[in-house]
């Protein structure tokens, strides 16, 4: 896997990925940005999101479940002093469907922070606590 990230101006940059997707990454007014992208840590939680919600989805794509919609919604707790990295991190999964059975979503939650997501699985074994939550909503 490779990305480039190339800086364009003030504290705006340009990342790319591997396989060619584009993504603007900046930094607020006051450390000399312009605020017209996502954070860089605002791009991890996100990308932690992308990874769950993909493995989620996944899994009940493969047990034959009827979703019609899977977000995932992510609240994250850093560090006061700097390094800022991240302490805590709650995921919270809305799934919704036809006759969505807990059983099922539950498991593919489990499933996907316990052996799946790598971007949970590389948080969680550098120390950040993070906790699983769902709810299911009958479409």
């Given at each position: 896997m490779k990305?480039?990230v190339?800086?364009?101006?003030?504290?705006?940059?340009?990342?790319e990925?591997?396989?060619?997707h584009?993504?603007?990454i900046?930094?607020?007014?006051d450390?000399?940005?312009r605020?017209?992208g996502?954070r860089?840590?605002?791009?991890m939680?996100?990308?932690?999101g992308g990874?769950s919600?993909?493995?989620?989805?996944n899994?009940?794509?493969?047990a034959?479940?009827?979703v019609?919609?899977c977000?995932?919604?992510?609240?994250a707790?850093r560090?006061?002093g700097?390094?800022s990295?991240?302490?805590?991190?709650?995921v919270?999964f809305?799934?919704?469907?036809?006759g969505?059975k807990?059983n099922?979503?539950?498991?593919?939650?489990?499933l996907?922070?316990?052996?799946y997501c790598?971007a949970?699985?590389?948080?969680a074994?550098?120390?950040?606590?993070?906790?699983?939550?769902?709810?299911?909503v009958?479409a």
């Open positions: 990305a480039r190339k800086w364009t101006d003030g504290r705006q940059f340009v990342a990925s591997g396989s060619g584009s993504v603007v900046d930094g607020p007014p450390h000399g940005g605020n017209s996502s860089p840590m605002e791009m939680l996100m990308g932690m990874c919600a993909f493995d989620v989805l899994i009940l794509d493969k034959r479940a009827d019609t919609d977000v995932a919604e992510l609240e707790e560090a006061d700097v390094p990295v991240f302490t805590r991190i709650h919270h809305v799934v919704t469907g036809r969505l807990d099922q979503v539950q498991r593919a939650v489990s996907s922070a316990e052996k790598s949970s699985i590389m948080l074994n550098g120390g950040v606590e993070i906790e699983h939550s769902y709810e299911i009958e």
